[in-house]
């Protein structure tokens, strides 16, 4: 199995443009996690799917941040328009409610620059 | 609301010392607990996870954690660490019978520094 697949891994683009960040969870997950990093804040769930429908957006930090998940293979995460403090690695992660454990694998992140 | 706490941010250790990092969880119901680690530039790979059973828990890299109900603590050992153990450790706990299944809490993560 591949793993969790991103793309792009690194983004640089200028404040008030628009981004997409993909994600491919792994085949057979059913739930999809979109995490944001940074070294003020850490890690902070921004939202979650479970089988494509959206659980919990509380983390979305304001209304210039959508996802989307049309299908169980593939996750956006749109930012429009960018600003400079959205500058940050964001992860996606896939989990089975199969597996008892719930345990999530992570992909290896977009490192998104916003000049 | 659930939350897990890390009491260390920043570690620094020698190698071939011992290490021991903090995780407490405030949920009274059945849980699964799990450490993740990253190391620098990468994404969150798991260590160990405990779901039921043995308390003692081994993982990768000759790490291992002990679930103690009572404290409410899963707390990372690794008896001698090296040099590329250098990273930053994440407790998360996952409680799957509350309604958020999937969902892991995360700690704020403790950044361990080993100096050769």
């Known amino acids: 199995d591949a793993g969790v697949i991103q793309s792009p891994r690194h983004e640089v683009t200028e404040m008030g443009q628009e981004v997409t960040l993909r994600c491919k969870p792994i085949s057979g997950h059913n739930s999809l996690f979109w995490y944001r990093q940074t070294m003020m804040r850490g890690l902070e769930l921004l939202i979650y799917?479970?089988?494509?429908?959206?659980?919990?957006d509380s983390g979305m930090p304001e209304d210039r941040f959508s996802a989307k998940m049309p299908n169980a293979s593939f996750s956006t995460l749109k930012i429009q328009p960018s600003e400079p403090r959205d500058s940050a690695v964001y992860f996606c992660a896939s989990s089975s409610s199969d597996d008892p454990y719930n345990e999530q694998f992570f992909g290896p992140g977009t490192r998104l620059t916003v000049l | 609301a659930q939350s897990v706490s890390q009491h260390n941010h920043h570690v620094i250790l020698s190698e071939a010392a011992s290490l021991e990092l903090g995780c407490n969880y405030s949920y009274g119901g059945t849980v699964n607990l799990f450490w993740y680690v990253q190391y620098p530039g990468q994404h969150l790979q798991l260590l160990l996870k405990y779901f039921s059973g043995d308390p003692l828990v081994k993982g990768i890299k000759g790490f291992e954690a002990e679930f103690i109900k009572s404290k409410f603590s899963f707390n990372l050992r690794k008896p001698s660490v090296q040099w590329s153990d250098t990273a930053e450790y994440f407790c998360a706990v996952n409680a799957p019978y509350s309604g958020n299944t999937g969902k892991l809490i995360f700690g704020q993560g403790t950044t361990l520094q080993v100096k050769p």
């Open positions: 799917f479970n089988n494509n429908v959206p659980i919990d």
